[in-house]
């Protein structure tokens, strides 16, 4: 059924690239037409089709790398949030993934998410602190169904790609239309040079240019909302077959479209990979109808209408149904060969109640723990938030006024200290490598409570548990010790 999926997902994906390529080349001669009548038509096409080759390198390259760095994600380790990547090993599993995607956390209170890879071996899930913060675990599968759904599918290569393609479109167009301001005294050259041409004709190649630029991005946006909003919908019936539990990625969409919280690193380029449309928050003008995504709403009413089934077929009916359409979203093979599978009830105690105050500062401290910030609890009760510049070993409380060190893990065992081992990621690990370890020695280190903690590995390098960290391993990056945790 997956291969079946992935046929179709090509498939499609090669009308769109003809589409936009077609839309592309022909955008790029009858602007270069413009500027030289003779032989300006070609140049430009060259031009265009340069363009986009150098941007699709770009993109296939380092364009994950770039959409990570413009979305202002930072990738995290297991111990800062443990049922995140517990969960996106999960659906890793379940989607057959050759490898298991990196994980990455937006710093920002706003919930969504988004998944980026040009192939499955090499990919990425990202989610917002926000999201961490508001969904329970089985709302967080949901969503990360979702998107683990997106880089089996191949969607998340299409999007990289189809986007790249509509840039350089976009790209062209502004380009030809403010040069329109120069185009009087340049087109009175080229008509004297050409040896006195039709002056009609070249009239009438502007104005095709000009509808062309006005034309050919809104074309191209077509072309991508009409695969785009399918993809949602399959994604969506994907991620309800893998988790077995429709409801949960129905409540955590609900719960993402009701918040007001915009999310200020989205751009035009990037809303496109989020599960919700991040622009609808920061414009609230802006209409869903020219979304790269179905209307939320209709998307919670097709998977609460799967009556109490998580399968394709079930998808498919409660689509046709919500939607009064007879499209199919799902292959002809797979609605044929699919299984009824029960939906699973919720997991049990999965229903989590936070106050407005206690998500705010839930999410403010997951946002620095990521950006690397030290958290000490003093003896009076205060918590105290280093930030990660602050080179000093221990500070005065701000309450109290007691000295408070970060703690260090102490030797368990009978052996010689080995010095610190040179190195520059100074990130922690669940299970690091025994073989890494110095010696045999083993290192503890006794929890004082369950919220945020750091602690010093034997080399000096922090190491930072979350309230949900569970495990009783971790490892450090910099020197290879493993630290136990009593």
């Known amino acids: 059924m997956m291969w079946e999926l992935i046929r179709q997902n090509r498939r499609k994906s090669l009308i769109l690239f003809a589409g936009m390529a077609l839309l592309l080349s022909v955008l790029g001669y009858a602007v270069g037409a413009v500027f030289n009548p003779e032989q300006g038509g070609i140049i430009g096409l060259i031009l265009a089709i340069g363009l986009w080759i150098t941007l699709t390198l770009i993109s296939v390259s380092s364009g994950d790398d770039i959409i990570l760095k413009i979305s202002q ?20 599993i379940a989607a057959g993934l050759p490898a298991m995607p990196k994980v990455y956390i937006v710093d920002d209170p706003s919930p969504n998410a988004f998944a980026i890879g040009i192939k499955p071996e090499k990919s990425a899930v990202a989610v917002t602190a926000g999201l961490l913060e508001q969904l329970n675990r089985d709302e967080l599968q949901g969503v990360v169904a979702h998107e683990v759904s997106h880089i089996a599918n191949r969607d998340s290569q ?14 062209i167009s502004h380009f030809f239309l403010r040069s329109m301001w120069f185009m009087p005294s340049s087109s009175r050259r080229y008509r004297k040079d050409s040896g006195g ?3 009609r004709l070249q009239l009438i190649m502007v104005v095709v240019a000009i509808a062309l630029a006005i034309l050919a991005p809104i074309f191209a946006r077509l072309l991508y909302l009409a695969v785009s909003r399918k993809r949602e919908y399959l994604a969506d019936a994907t991620a309800a077959q893998f988790t077995r539990y429709p409801e949960g990625l129905a409540s955590a969409l609900e719960k993402i479209s009701s918040s007001a919280l915009p999310l200020e690193s989205a751009n035009k380029v990037t809303a496109p990979m989020y599960i919700v449309n991040p622009l ?7 209409s869903s109808l020219g979304s790269t995504h179905p209307p939320t709403e209709q998307r919670i009413k097709i998977l609460r209408g799967m009556a109490g089934r998580a399968d394709y077929l079930s998808y498919q009916r409660a689509f046709s149904k919500v939607t009064k359409k007879h499209s199919a979203v799902i292959p002809a093979s797979g609605l044929r060969n699919t299984k009824r599978v029960q939906a699973r009830t ?8 936070k106050s407005n105050k206690k998500t705010a500062r839930d999410v403010m401290d997951l946002m620095r723990a990521v950006n690397g910030y030290a958290f000490l609890v003093c003896a009076c009760g205060l918590k105290i938030k280093l930030p990660p510049e602050l080179a000093k070993p221990a500070i005065d409380c701000p309450k109290c006024g007691r000295e408070n060190k970060i703690p260090g893990a102490e030797l368990a065992t009978v052996g010689a200290v080995v010095g610190a081992v040179a190195g520059t990621d100074g990130e922690a690990i669940l299970d690091a490598d025994p073989d890494a370890s110095q010696s045999g020695e083993r290192y503890e280190y006794h929890r004082k409570g ?8 034997a080399c000096g390098n922090r190491l930072q548990l979350s309230p949900a960290f569970k495990g009783t391993v971790v490892g450090c990056r910099l020197c290879g010790r493993n630290t136990t945790i009593k």
């Open 197 to 199: 041409g039709d002056p």
């Open 450 to 457: 369950t919220g945020w903690e750091t602690f010093a590995c």
């Open 73 to 92: 994600a930072r990738e995290v380790t297991p111990d800062v949030h443990p049922r995140l990547f517990n969960v996106v090993e999960e659906m890793k």
């Open 158 to 171: 299409l999007m990289t790609v189809a986007g790249i393609m509509l840039g350089s479109i976009v790209l």
């Open 346 to 353: 919720a997991s049990p105690g999965d229903v989590e109640s």
């Open 280 to 286: 609808l928050k920061k414009d609230m003008k802006l």
